[in-house]
């Protein structure tokens, strides 16, 4: 009976893996639905579990902030490098070592200093009514300033990071007073004033007021899957034009990740984000989210590649963080409310 119990006990330490012991607490910014079943997936692998707490990008800046050395939270997860840029500036961050997290993911989707990591990656492009312009009198973002698309364009406000940046970067590769001609210019071809997301001016260009509007492909890419009807016809008729293509490519930003500055949990931490770039989290972020791989050698998914390849631009992103500070007086400037 002692030789059963004794076989039993060893073909079942064989069978079963051992799993390492612990937590890692997020603060997430991604919305639960977007980011739990991954989280599963690495508790279920690794034994680790995850707490989550989400909330919007900058309330969780501040959070991090007031609650100093006392937070709980590990890793902080959130959309635009601009802000990761932001959470190193207000000291939240630290820097990691992690030959996985330098090998997957592209340096200039990546902190220098290895204080932040890209997991996913967005494209902000231009999208055109289908029976109202033609693509070939499209170009460059710099071209939406001329007169041209005078009454034409739908964008959202300029306290949105997500302009920000994109004015950032051109700030990085035209300097200051080339970018502030193009905020001046593109602020005369407002069709209307600045209001809602990026999918309402999508919902505005369908409606017919008007011709252009600008936004990121994630949203674009689930209002054409999601469930709602009206989403779904406005997104239709409209289509994507990838600009700047024989200069510096389109805009791109990311969703990313960092550990906190005094993670309890560090090494944890870091495990988490190293499995949210191995070869089955890229794909199901691909596949379920409508965005990019930063992965190399992972496929977008079947929508995002029938939107074309495209050329995207290679700055490293840390630069959007670097100029927003500048970005949002020249949009105070020419008026972009």
Same mark, same amino acid.
């Given at each position: 009976?002692?030789?059963?119990?004794?076989?039993?006990?060893?073909?079942?330490?064989?069978?079963?893996?051992?799993?390492?012991?612990?937590?890692?607490?997020?603060?997430?910014?991604?919305?639960?639905?977007?980011?739990?079943?991954?989280?599963?997936?690495?508790?279920?692998?690794?034994?680790?579990?995850?707490?989550?707490?989400?909330?919007?990008?900058?309330?969780?800046?501040?959070?991090?902030?007031?609650?100093?050395?006392?937070?709980?939270?590990?890793?902080?997860?959130?959309?635009?490098?601009?802000?990761?840029?932001?959470?190193?500036?207000?000291?939240?961050?630290?820097?990691?070592?992690?030959?996985?997290?330098?090998?997957?993911?592209?340096?200039?989707?990546?902190?220098?200093?290895?204080?932040?990591?890209?997991?996913?990656?967005?494209?902000?492009?231009?999208?055109?009514?289908?029976?109202?312009?033609?693509?070939?009198?499209?170009?460059?973002?710099?071209?939406?300033?001329?007169?041209?698309?005078?009454?034409?364009?739908?964008?959202?406000?300029?306290?949105? =990071?997500? $302009?920000?940046?994109?004015? @950032?970067? +051109?700030?990085?590769?035209?300097? %200051? !007073?080339?970018?502030? /001609?193009?905020?001046?210019?593109?602020?005369?071809?407002?069709?209307?004033?600045?209001?809602?997301?990026?999918?309402?001016?999508?919902?505005?260009?369908?409606?017919?007021?008007?011709?252009?509007? =600008?936004? $990121?492909?994630?949203?674009? @890419?689930? +209002?054409?899957?999601?469930?709602? %009807? !009206?989403?779904?016809? /406005?997104?239709?008729?409209?289509?994507?034009?990838?600009?700047?293509?024989?200069?510096?490519?389109?805009?791109?930003?990311?969703?990313?990740?960092?550990?906190?500055?005094?993670?309890?949990?560090?090494?944890?931490?870091?495990?988490?984000?190293?499995?949210?770039?191995?070869?089955?989290?890229?794909?199901?972020?691909?596949?379920?989210?409508?965005?990019?791989?930063?992965?190399?050698?992972?496929?977008?998914?079947?929508?995002?590649?029938?939107?074309?390849?495209?050329?995207?631009?290679?700055?490293?992103?840390?630069?959007?963080?670097?100029?927003?500070?500048?970005?949002?007086?020249?949009?105070?400037?020419?008026?972009?409310?």
């Amino acid at each position: 009976m002692f030789k059963k119990i004794a076989l039993s006990l060893l073909v079942a330490s064989i069978a079963t893996p051992v799993l390492a012991d612990g937590e890692v607490n997020v603060y997430s910014a991604r919305k639960e639905q977007l980011i739990k079943p991954l989280f599963d997936k690495f508790t279920a692998a690794t034994g680790i579990k995850v707490n989550l707490v989400t909330g919007k990008d900058d309330a969780l800046l501040e959070r991090l902030k007031l609650e100093g050395e006392n937070t709980p939270a590990d890793l902080l997860m959130t959309a635009d490098a601009g802000r990761l840029y932001r959470a190193v500036e207000m000291e939240l961050t630290q820097p990691v070592e992690s030959e996985t997290l330098k090998k997957d993911i592209p340096e200039n989707l990546r902190d220098p200093a290895n204080q932040w990591f890209g997991l996913t990656s967005r494209a902000r492009p231009i999208f055109y009514v289908k029976d109202k312009v033609k693509p070939e009198e499209l170009s460059t973002y710099e071209d939406l300033a001329d007169p041209k698309w005078k009454g034409r364009i739908c964008v959202r406000s300029s306290d949105n =990071i997500y $302009n920000q940046s994109m004015l @950032g970067s +051109m700030i990085a590769v035209n300097g %200051a !007073e080339k970018a502030q /001609a193009w905020a001046d210019g593109l602020v005369k071809n407002f069709a209307r004033p600045p209001e809602g997301g990026d999918r309402d001016q999508i919902k505005a260009a369908a409606a017919g007021q008007c011709d252009i509007a =600008i936004s $990121n492909t994630y949203y674009y @890419g689930q +209002m054409l899957t999601g469930e709602e %009807a !009206e989403d779904k016809a /406005a997104a239709e008729k409209v289509a994507i034009f990838w600009p700047n293509q024989s200069d510096r490519g389109t805009h791109i930003n990311i969703s990313g990740a960092a550990v906190t500055k005094t993670a309890k949990n560090k090494d944890n931490a870091i495990k988490l984000m190293e499995f949210l770039v191995n070869d089955e989290s890229q794909k199901w972020y691909a596949e379920a989210n409508q965005e990019y791989p930063v992965k190399a050698g992972i496929a977008p998914s079947a929508m995002l590649k029938g939107w074309g390849e495209f050329k995207a631009d290679s700055l490293n992103l840390s630069e959007l963080g670097k100029h927003n500070a500048e970005a949002v007086k020249i949009m105070d400037k020419a008026g972009w409310k």
